[in-house]
């Protein structure tokens, strides 16, 4: 049979949908019973979860399944939705040490709690109230993810398969993180530094290791697994660092009403992408001099933002990058070209692949 | 054969050490080979897990694993030492919450981060580079915990069994912190939510739910693993919450030399504990002012500590406490004289009670 990729998508986006909806009502009922102090915590992660998100993850995880021969499967589509929770954790985490005030056009988790200290009137430091909250939203959203994952009801044997690449994912999630942090307080800028970020922080926890995992759900077969796993690779890495080249300029050139941030917010953070330190590396001293005075500065006014993203345009960075996330989206494309790959998984994975890189957010 | 229970304990807590040496150097040459930016984090908690601790929940853990049938086996031993490592993801994020300095007389994992950004010399805020790094930190050793967990070598009956118990634990855990931070900021004390918040961080956290993971990992048999969960809580609620109250003194009246942590430091924290809302439901006007004016100021001299620990004492709540404690103590105690604790398992876990119980640190 041959599928209709999009129709396919959209449907497993759904059951992750309704997957989500079933576990944090589920979820929810149980903080209640613990006690009703916690009935805002199951809230905002409902709202959080539930109200946006493209499913990146979970659809790649579970393309990975198909394209590995697994056959359609609820219980799998409810493991691979757990990847959202996770995703949950990197996000309310990442804004807190941004310091950012918004995430899918709504305050973020720290700015939500924040606000909620403020409207009860509680006492003590709204400030410290809202990023104790959002370290623990973000460490029960790990958690949870593992709960999910755990009890999706998939075989024994799938599960102890997959756990292993699981854990690997979640690791280099951390790794890249940090490498990202602390590439922020160095004093120099770089491109290959910068590559390597996008790959741990992208490359591999975004489309890679989601694929990885899908593979592992899908096969009792040792040998195909780990074939599968090259195949995947070949697709998933360069795709994933023309994901994380995509964020960069939608960071910097991305419309606020589609991306739910404030325009050129990775300006006004000095955030350190790979875009960044291309512009940086062809700069004139005048160029750098501008962006030596408005990069980073978190009061920057839209005129500011134009004044960069002018330079970011001339110096011929942002060019640049676009090529490069064709050249890589092609790299990935051409992978998928070989026997291993049937009709139906070439067709979901390549869609997949445009919903990732042609996005606007 | 019969055990001399320190003995055994001390056996345990050596080859939990070992375990957790062997484990971390593997994971030091996986982070070394992703980029040498990430030798200081390995380092960092290498020295956190183990340079301390008490290893309490592991021994916990294995306890109930004996309890419930188990045999000695290098495994499980591994499977049990990973709970340090979900500990330091919570005490991680539990200094960064409380702004606290320091951890077993040491930096704590933020104020370490942000001493290695001033010494490197590296670019933007340091407190915001040690604020951010723990965050890592801590989600990196909640995903640790997990792995080494997983790849213990135990059988997989015994991985799938354990998972739920496992899950359970971390997302009371969470609850239990969150309901911590919410009681710090409502405007009145109760000793009723205090009580609760005991159970939850520290009852079932700390010992229930690790004597449970013990005896799901133990037998195959569901109507006996059933059956010791029940025996395993009569034992392990009271304890814990005897064990939170014991750290609700030490926190007040503790030794620094011995808890790490400077004198007074809940005072000075104005933390809501047990102790002190008993203190608040028994002082009078004047000792309820000179609390009003000392309890949470972060500068508190030693003057200020002696002021409301006298305080403490001449209500009544400090003998309180420690009779509450007694109490707690002899219920779990009495729990253990049933025939399905045998003579070594009682002499384990009474001689485990002694050491939560009887602490200094």
Redesign the interface.
Known sequence: MIIDPQKALADIRMRVQSDLTEFLAA?TR??GE??S??IP?AEAMNSYLLDGGKRLRPLFAYAGYLASGGSDDDAVVQAVASLELLQA?ALI?DD??D?SDTRRGKPSMHRHFESI?RNDE???SAE??G???A??????A???S??MF??SGIT?SA??RS??VH??M???L??G???D??E????TQSVARSL?IAR?KSGKYTIERPLHFGAALATEDSHLRESMFGILSDFGLPLGEAFQLRDDLLGVFGDPSTTGKPAGDDLREGKRTVLMAMTHDRADAHQEAVIATHFGDADLDLAGVEAIRTIIADTGAQAHVEELIEKLTMTAMDSLNREEIDSNAHALLSELANVAIRRSI
């Open positions: 979820q149980y903080l613990i006690g102090e916690l915590v954790c985490h807190l040490m310091a200290h509680l006492s003590g410290n109230y990023q104790s909250a370290i623990l939203l973000g460490d029960l790990l958690v949870w593992d709960q755990h009890s024994p599960l102890l756990l292993s854990d690997e979640r690791v280099e951390m790794a993180q940090f490498l942090i602390h922020q307080a160095l004093a390597k741990y």
